[in-house]
């Protein structure tokens, strides 16, 4: 019964600490439920714990992966069952390199589990890092700030590795995550200590989810915004579907979506056109995907459409040709829009530069270089939206541009030791799950019970999780 509550407590709070609208601070608690089962559970126990934590939690993406994605039901089992062995492997490495005496590896291999299989969906797969357990704590901006060093791959270790040191019952364990957590803290304070950039130019977002009269509504709504001063108007993507459109206006550069034989966003009157790289498959399949970077106003203004906000790649390229600020034409799916625009934001603090996205059937939103929300709303149904901010002058330039994913790469080094010193262990003192047998003295042999959790200590065999202060170190 104990171990089902615990597998239980960690599904729900995986369920709420994660998905489209996660709770911020229950993503930090969720795995150390079943952390707590590995400690006294078997392999197969810990390994299935696991993964059932992945698949209850996860189960709530089902109807959006199927429904507005469009996903085949294969893929989407796929995609939640895949990561879903993955976070059960991690709980089982967890569990098998704390019954070996390694307790700080083994909160460390959590984390490094979770932040390769991230990484490897990144390079692999075509959603970039939409997967990150970062994106969770967009709204926790102190803690947010350590993109600008790591990306995405520092903010999901440290969501894992703070639980599993505390799981592990070490205080060596328990003062390595402290040392983490006051140096992240501080970090993050000092950076939004900083004021926003507010000398550069006005801009405005307008949208609007009623379909019909597109091209004279949206060309009031630029005249509008004009005349109170916006000197760059951003309206969302694939709106029109012809690039002659009637939005050039004297002293302003309008951005549209438009759906050609690309997905683009073209800018009035320069002319500047960026196409989309990464499409959504399925949905985007008739478009031609794009190559290139587009900017304005020199390079201080760079030119991206929705999705290709998910590819970390690809923004830091703005980022190392120092933009100032992200101009982005987005089309969110409603149900997905906090967390589409936090993936937004999250590329601005990563390299240290503004995003100013609109979206229709989602939110319109000005972020910083700290990820500070500086204006918001959501579109309209029926009537136009508008959102104002001032852009900055200049850009803030980042570790993350200048050192790239050294993070992701670091959790996979991290991963491939603590497999190491987990081969090395077994191969000096082998157990199994069922008996074990060791050589006495006097060359006879006798079995001992390993049980689920027994571990071989030089001549001595014990239990290593009976819940008593005496586990091994």
């Known amino acids: 019964m ?47 714990a696991g993964t059932l934590v992945w698949l209850a939690g996860q189960a709530q993406m089902w109807p959006y992966f199927t429904g507005p994605l469009e996903m085949p039901p294969a893929l989407a089992a796929a995609l939640i069952a895949g990561p ?13 390199l704390l019954v070996h005496g ?16 991230e990484y490897v969906m990144n390079l692999a797969g075509p959603h970039g890092a939409w997967w990150s357990l970062a994106y969770t704590q967009a709204d926790f901006l102190p803690v947010l700030q350590t993109a600008s060093v790591t990306g995405v791959w520092g903010v999901t270790f440290l969501l894992l590795f703070v639980p599993a040191s505390i799981a592990v019952l070490r205080p060596r364990a328990a003062v390595v995550s402290g040392v983490l957590v006051a140096l992240t803290l501080g970090h993050g304070l000092v950076r939004l200590a900083t004021p926003a950039d507010t000398e550069g130019r006005k801009v405005a977002l307008v949208a609007t989810d009623n ?32 690039a002659d459109l009637p939005f050039a206006r004297p002293g302003a550069e309008v951005v549209a979506g438009i759906a050609m034989e690309t997905n683009s966003a073209v800018s009035y009157p320069s002319g500047a056109r960026y196409d989309k790289h990464h499409m959504i498959p399925g949905v ?119 050192l790239g ?7 996979a080094g991290l991963l491939l030791l603590a497999l190491g010193a987990l081969a090395r262990t077994k191969s000096s003192s082998p157990v ?42």
């Not at 709420?16 to 707590?36: I, Y």
């Not at 879903?84 to 098998?96: D, P, Q, S």
């Not at 700080?104 to 979770?114: E, G």
Request: charged residues 25%.
């Open 2 to 48: 104990e171990r089902i509550l615990l597998t239980l407590a960690s599904a729900v709070l995986t369920h709420f600490g994660t998905g489209l609208h996660p709770v911020w601070w229950l993503t930090w608690l969720a795995p150390l439920p079943v952390l707590f089962l590995a400690r006294r559970a078997g392999r197969g126990t810990a390994f299935a």
């Open 84 to 96: 879903a062995l993955c976070y059960g492997l991690g709980v089982l490495l967890f569990r098998t």
């Open 102 to 117: 390694r307790p700080l590896l083994a909160a460390s291999a959590v984390p490094a589990v979770w932040v390769t299989t």
């Open 211 to 242: 379909p019909e009269d597109l091209v004279r509504r949206y060309g009031e709504a630029v005249d509008t915004a004009v005349a109170n001063g916006a000197e760059i108007v951003v309206l969302p993507e694939k709106v029109f579907k012809t």
């Open 284 to 402: 985007e399949r008739k478009f031609r995907p794009g190559t290139g970077l587009a900017f304005l106003d020199g390079d201080r203004l760079g030119l991206i459409i929705c999705k290709d906000l998910d590819f970390p790649g690809l923004v830091r390229e703005y980022g190392k040709a120092g933009v100032a600020a992200l101009l982005a034409p987005a089309w969110d799916f409603d149900e997905d829009a906090w967390l589409h625009s936090r993936m937004a934001v999250v590329r601005g603090v990563e390299n240290g530069l503004a995003v100013a996205r609109a979206a229709r059937e989602g939110r319109l939103t000005v972020s910083d270089d700290r990820g500070r929300i500086v204006a918001e709303r959501y579109s309209d149904r029926t009537g136009m939206t508008t959102v104002t901010a001032t852009l900055p002058q200049e850009g803030s330039a980042t570790l993350y541009t200048a």
């Open 405 to 411: 994913d050294w993070a992701a790469w670091a959790s």
């Open 432 to 473: 199994s799950d069922g008996r074990r047998r060791r050589t006495g003295s006097d060359g006879s042999s006798s079995a001992a019970s390993a049980g689920s959790g027994s571990v071989s200590t030089g001549r001595r065999s014990r239990r290593a999780w009976s819940g008593d202060s005496r586990s091994t170190r």
